[in-house]
């Protein structure tokens, strides 16, 4: 029996949705543990292409998808996935998905605050997804949050809205000159959401326990990526949640024994959306080609990643935070047609060579990458299912990656589908 934590690396946009959509197969539940709809993770089966902000990807392999107390819920969102997944020929009953009745609900306020805030700091801007995350986990923090167990009882949903909506019409109106809200507008529109979300929710840490006990399988699967933890990450250019694999017990509710593997998503070269610091991005023409052979436009919305060499003192870092047992590596395809590739071993700082990441920014802007140089393919490799069919440099270029990293590599994705992969081993066995 295998309890497996899927995680991202990098910032995020790893190809997690890909991998979970995969492992899906072999695991009897999918649980979302933390963030809300500022991830987007993409799913191609048979041609199609399937985004999901909310549902677990592992809803297109017909699995009991769950989420947890420790995301944060738009239901207006959720309600628009569900009826998106429908138009597709996936009807999600109540069978295949339910959520914690801890998990919080992005509000109104919360959307209005985030935009207007990023709007207020110019170019000191986070470049937030602007979906109401941050200011959603500050009243979690800050116990004014509104759960969905108060969204479905509608006295005690009226009543905290009502108390919290003064406070924020006031911030929303004097400090940041945005328009106040209205309290029954708020009250109408979330009570059509309770109505058709409210057969969904229940408690998710108790179907866990449940399911473990009689020996199912649970796949929990990371929103966005370990350098954008709350923690962790190049703070304060992060996600407000923590991202990496130890939030999947106190997001969903179960202990840290039941995990048996963790699996960190390592894109083959680098990007970033949003700002922050990003020590291997390129700004010449390999930057681009690798933007526009990745395709790299966030899921979420649209933007243009910013793209870079392969970053291990990054990979590293996942390593030791997340406790990675096995790594995933996506898009190598991407990689095909290039001289030389450069993979980052350390930072130079003021003469010295560091390998730690630092957690002054001030620090990590001024650092500069110190690069390995390796020979490149020239072949499309996408076509490739066996390890020993790859050109003998991509080999090496994985090789490479498994020293650094310190950690053996079990998947190997050389395209958007599900079958464009190589499983070296599969943590379900
Ligand atoms: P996530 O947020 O980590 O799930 O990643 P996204 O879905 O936001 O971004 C990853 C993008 O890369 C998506 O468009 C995927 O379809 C695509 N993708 C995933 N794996 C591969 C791969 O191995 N090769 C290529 N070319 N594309 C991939
Ligand atoms: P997935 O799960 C990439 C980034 C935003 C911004 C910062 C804070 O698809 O990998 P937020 O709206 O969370 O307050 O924004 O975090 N960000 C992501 N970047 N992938 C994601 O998710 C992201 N979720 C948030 O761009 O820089
Ligand atoms: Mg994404």
């Not at 805030?117 to 959603?136: L, Q």
């Not at 001289?339 to 630092?358: A, H, R, S």
């Not at 050109?391 to 310190?406: G, W």
Request: with cysteine.
């Amino acid at each position: 029996m295998a309890n497996i934590v899927i995680v991202g690396t990098q910032w995020g946009d790893e190809g997690k949705g890909k991998v979970v959509d995969l492992l899906a197969e072999f695991a009897d539940i999918v649980v979302r543990f933390h963030g809300g709809n500022n991830a987007g993770h993409t799913m191609v089966v048979n041609g199609e292409q399937f985004i999901s902000h909310l549902i677990p990807s592992g809803i297109l392999q017909k699995k009991t998808c769950l989420i947890g107390n420790g995301t944060v819920i738009d239901p207006e969102v959720l309600i628009e996935e569900l009826d998106y997944l429908k138009s597709r020929g996936i009807d999600v009953g109540l069978d295949k998905l339910m959520i914690s009745e801890k998990a919080h609900i992005i509000m109104p306020y919360h959307k209005q605050i985030d935009i207007a805030r990023e709007k207020m700091k110019g170019d000191k801007k986070i470049g937030t997804t602007g979906r109401g995350i941050g200011p959603s986990y500050e009243d979690k923090a800050t116990r004014r949050g509104i759960r969905f167990v108060d969204l479905i009882d509608p006295e005690v949903f009226r009543e905290k809205v009502k108390t919290i909506l003064e406070e924020k019409n006031f911030y929303l109106k004097e400090y940041l000159s945005s328009n106040p809200l209205d309290l029954d507008d708020i009250i109408d529109k979330y009570s059509e959401y309770a109505e058709i979300l409210a057969p969904f929710v229940t408690n998710i840490s108790l179907i866990i326990s449940r399911a473990i006990k009689e020996g199912k399988q649970i796949l929990f699967e990371g929103a966005q990526g370990t350098h954008l933890d709350v923690d962790h990450g190049t703070y304060p250019y992060v996600t407000s949640s923590n991202t990496v694999a130890g939030n999947a017990c106190a997001g969903a509710g179960i202990g840290p024994k039941e995990i048996t593997g963790v699996i960190g998503i390592v894109k083959a070269y680098t990007t970033r959306v949003g700002q922050g610091p990003f020590p291997s991005e390129l700004f010449d023409e390999t930057g681009d080609i690798l933007q526009k052979k990745g395709a790299e436009f966030g899921a979420t919305t649209g933007r243009r990643r910013r793209c870079g060499w392969l970053d291990t003192v990054i990979l590293r870092n996942s390593v030791r935070l997340n406790g990675l047992s096995g790594l995933a590596i996506t898009k190598l395809d991407v990689l095909g047609g290039q001289k030389f590739l450069k993979i980052c071993t350390g930072y130079e700082y003021d003469g010295k060579i560091i390998n730690d990441f630092p957690a002054n920014l001030n620090i990590l802007s001024a650092c500069k990458p110190v690069y390995e140089t390796i020979p490149g393919w020239p072949e499309d490799i996408s076509n490739i299912r066996k390890l020993e069919d790859l050109p003998q440099n991509t080999k090496n270029y994985l090789d490479r990656i498994e020293e650094l990293a310190e950690t053996p590599i079990q998947i190997i994705s050389l395209g958007p589908a599900r079958e464009e992969t190589i499983i070296l081993s599969n943590p379900f066995s």
